[in-house]
């Protein structure tokens, strides 16, 4: 049986064991949270790049029509379609839209998985569905690793791989190590109230402070939306089969 | 007041913030612990080195009577004196000497202090001395630093950090970020029986399964010690005032 291993940093990760891993990002408040909504929401991809000018450039490349989205300091960065807040992220705006998106820790955190055999994208919003596809899936130790912010672990990111791991852990598969041990006591923590622990957590606190905080509301949310987004050539689409 | 933040994993360390923090680097099981263990056994003084040919080197340089101390995957070093078990460091062996050690993880974990004010080591045994010195000391922001366990979090150390954590929050200190929250958590948790869940940790069952069960009951020890090593000019010594 396949074994779950949480990085809830992202130093954790060791590229040279990759190979073979599946590999789930978390950047619960908001990369992950607005990756998946726009795929839920009928986005056609969404390309995550690391730098700002990099990210006009793939527009550039990907086209008109294509999208720019993403955050500095948590704001929307100047000339851009769209900022990091999923509420944005909505049908009449990303529909059949490729968005090209770059986010301070999301789309770095991203990159840490490269190597890996299958990269997903993970958060509140999708914990089921993704623990449904990984538990149904043959093979592949589990590597779920957490975004955290600005180089520090963040609570809301270890939250919802904890969340991951308690439905994986519940479906017979092993926890190997002290970080997934510690993510699935996370969320036992706080799964009886997730928005009101997400409004505590340092991240939360700063999201609240710069009015987000209806975003902090629906990111809190468990299992609503049955996409799994798969980072595949450079672009993340809706993973709609197993890879292998 | 000073606020208290903890980095769950080295990689949080963000060098240009550390001039002007204090640094306490927590390695439970058991470089810390050790070092503790023979300060307050009367060793003069414990160089801490990365390398098992730089130990060598400077047992050679610090001249007769040095003693070589230190571990690779939780054993002895061939050639070495002593191994990284605290047991080991009783009076009659280390009273008056210089030790030069290096481990996995702890000696790693130390450099990354360098450029702080002060840096000390804690683990369960000085915990409510260091909270005691922390509290008393004038200024500057604290840091407490988990070594982990080759490259991932190991969660001992965040339970030692949780316990110096609450015992300044109890105190009045700032506790600030995610990190120290979740120690402080972490702590709670498992204060009740420390040696049986430090058993029931990654690193914790590797070293019981080495046949280290003694070791681990003996780091689970809350506040036995009042010794306070501090690194200065590349050596530990027992702090024996405040440094400003």
């Known amino acids: 049986m396949a074994q779950v291993q949480v990085a809830v940093h992202p130093a954790e990760v ?3 064991k990759l190979p073979g891993k599946r590999v789930v990002m978390f950047d619960v408040l908001r990369a992950s949270s607005t990756i998946v909504t ?14 700002v000018d990099e990210a006009r450039a793939q527009a550039k490349a990907y086209g008109p029509g294509t999208l720019l ?15 990091n807040s999923p509420l944005e992220y909505v049908g ?18 991203l990159a840490r998985g490269a190597g890996a055999r299958e990269i997903l994208v993970g958060c509140l919003l999708n914990a089921p569905s993704l623990a449904d596809y990984l538990a149904a899936s043959p093979g592949g130790d589990i590597l779920l690793i957490c975004a955290g912010v600005r180089g520090r672990i963040a609570l809301e990111d270890i939250l919802g791989a ?4 308690s439905l994986l852990e519940r479906r017979g598969m092993e926890i190997e190590g002290d970080g997934a041990f ?10 009886d109230d997730l928005a009101a622990a997400m409004g505590t957590f340092e991240h939360g606190r700063r999201l609240l402070e710069l009015g987000f905080g209806e975003d902090i509301a629906y990111c809190a949310q468990k299992g609503p939306l049955a996409v799994l987004p798969r980072l595949e050539g450079g672009i ?3 993973g709609d089969g197993h890879v292998w």
């Not at 726009?38 to 730098?51: H, T, Y």
């Not at 059949?96 to 955190?109: E, H, L, Q, S, Y």
């Not at 904890?162 to 791991?165: I, P």
């Not at 510690?182 to 799964?191: D, E, K, S, T, W």
């Open 162 to 165: 904890g969340c991951v791991v």
């Open 236 to 238: 993340i689409r809706v």
């Open 182 to 191: 510690l993510a699935a006591q996370v969320y036992f923590m706080y799964r």
């Open 14 to 16: 060791n590229p040279a």
């Open 92 to 109: 009449q705006v990303v529909r059949d839209r490729i968005i090209v998106m770059t986010t301070t820790n999301g789309t770095k955190a």
């Open 38 to 51: 726009a795929l839920a929401a009928g986005a056609r991809g969404i390309v995550p790049v690391v730098e």
């Open 69 to 83: 989205g993403g955050e500095r300091g948590a704001k929307r960065i100047p000339g851009f379609d769209l900022g």
